[in-house]
């Protein structure tokens, strides 16, 4: 099965020393691709730097909600220039995060609206991230219409309603790890089966939200473990797994590749 991760931070400091084992292990395990995401100035510079230096990983550039109080217009000009790299194939991680409000509401929503429009001007998909901001994350792109903007909605974790509106505006579904877990997946399983098929994806997150059984043996997450997330969603779904690892590759080729069909990338 050829895989692609669609979400994994390789910038992080726990893949210091060992980056070129994990992407190694990651690609006898089958990844065909991953997707590295910036969430600041200096991890964008770095998921860039990766991109360029092993074959088959792409990039994007972007301020998380978590960093918006410390964005500026000159720092999203400098995400800009970045992007103008071929590894570069996203805008994000960027949204909204009211969990721990590690910014401030009202930072985050404008460096998030700020943000669209530049990925839309580039004509970049987006890669979202929302955690409990009650439907505002939903408000403000349905404020900021465009109809040829695509993007994947990471780590879902709504509930169907919100599904269902994602994918109304033309969004891909990441699903992690999260969906092997037995109490804390159990609403999103019963949740998948609403996602098309041709609008799901499967990620790590790595570092973070390393799946089951992994989880019982480390805590470091990384791309390798995305095909328990795959087999997991397989099972769920009632799929032959070869099946769905075509599905959702081909998807992610999709939407983060030079091939991506957004009109003048």
């Known amino acids: 099965m ?15 020393k060992d980056l070129k084992a994990v992407v190694q292990r990651a690609n006898q395990d089958g990844l065909e691709m991953m997707m ?37 217009h000159k720092m999203i000009d400098r995400l800009a220039d970045l992007a ?21 509401r009202d930072d985050q929503e404008k460096w998030f609206v700020k943000q ?51 994918l109304d505006l033309g969004f891909y579904i990441g699903i992690t790890g999260i969906v092997t877990m037995q109490q804390r997946g159990a609403e999103l399983r019963k949740l998948v089966r609403y996602i098309p098929l041709d609008r799901l994806l499967i990620e790590t997150d790595a570092p973070y939200l390393t799946p089951t059984p992994q989880k019982n043996l480390t805590r470091r997450n990384e791309p390798a473990f995305v095909k328990s997330v795959l087999l997991k969603l397989a099972d769920v779904l009632h ?27």
């Open 116 to 166: 669209l429009h530049r990925a839309d001007e580039l004509r970049l998909p987006l890669i979202l991230h929302e955690r409990d901001s009650q439907g505002r994350l939903l408000e403000l792109l349905n404020a900021n219409p465009n109809p040829l903007r695509q993007g994947t909605v990471h780590c879902f974790s709504g509930n169907r309603k919100e599904l269902l509106s994602y």
């Open 2 to 16: 050829n895989l692609f991760d669609s979400h994994c931070h390789l910038d992080d400091r726990s893949f210091r």
């Open 84 to 104: 103008d790299n071929t590894e570069v194939q996203a805008w994000g991680e960027i949204g909204l995060d009211f969990n721990r409000m590690v910014s401030p």
């Open 36 to 72: 590295t995401v910036g969430i600041d100035a200096a991890t964008s510079r770095r998921a860039v730097e990766i991109a360029g230096e092993f074959k088959g990983v792409v990039a994007s550039v972007g301020i998380h909600p978590h960093r918006a109080a410390t964005c500026s």
């Open 239 to 265: 799929m032959d797994a070869a099946h769905l690892a075509k599905m959702t590759t081909g998807n992610a080729k999709r939407l983060f590749t030079p091939l991506n069909p957004y009109p003048c990338r």
